[in-house]
């Protein structure tokens, strides 16, 4: 079973309450089930003009539209989704800031920037921003890339240094070859099924692991929820994750990243590996 959903750190959400007890932050965990996020794309040089969305009901990415230049058809799945991918999703727009800028359109700098319309429901409470990618504030620009990359099948990196790797689901697969690529780090993976979707992340857990005479190592893994699939044709997969948020955890723990971009060493659980280090992959910040 996955773990609960407060176990991801960007699913938990600081609300303000003024008052009797001002300056005390309260932090409350997303519930994933009541959000939804939609996110219309527009502009850049490919003159792209389509509308996928985050069902946290429905734990899947989801094509809306498309006017021009779509990677999906109207109506299909992207991506099946975990609910702390969700939650995830959810509290890092939470945590830049968006209930601030409720309602605010930032314009766009250019025609060869994308513009982004989005909006943002938990519950009763929805907002909506707008704006160019250079327009709108950095940490808000981050996640709705990140909540873009979703149309081409790329989902972030979940960041949980608090859990353990028995804190997540592990059915059965096989790790085929890794790559690196800039930010994004590419699996193939084969598992049985066939009748169920498998839901699958990149989590980074437990603390950084600082090394004498080689790069910063973190543990990582695969997560696999097979849905309850009992069928048994093999299946071959191939995921993608943004590693952003890897780099923003190195920077929260280290320093801020400058024109030296440092590399770092995540320590992939290989459930065919009998090395307790797993499988070594290098990642340039």
Known sequence: MPPPS???APALVAIALTGACDD??????????????????????????YALAVDGAEDEAVGLSCASSCPFEPGTVLLPLSSDQVAALAGALEE???????GRDFGVDCCDRFRYDLTYRNGKRSLRVAGGAGRMPDDLTDVVRLLHGLAYGVVPALIAPDTRDTDWPRDSYVLGPTAVEGLELTAEMEYGGGCAQHRIDLV?????IEMSSSPPHINALLTHDDGGDTCEALLSDERTFDLTPLRDAYEGAFVPIGHERP???????DPQSASPLG??????L
């Open 263 to 269: 590399v770092v060493v995540l320590r992939l659980w």
């Open 204 to 208: 980074v857990w437990g603390d950084w």
């Open 279 to 284: 499988r070594l992959v290098e990642v340039r």
């Open 24 to 49: 005390v932050d309260f932090f409350l965990p997303v519930d994933p089930d009541r959000v939804r996020i939609t996110v219309a794309v527009s502009g850049g040089l490919a003159g792209v003009d």
């Open 96 to 102: 830049a800031g968006i209930e601030g800028w409720d």
């Open 6 to 8: 407060s176990l991801v």
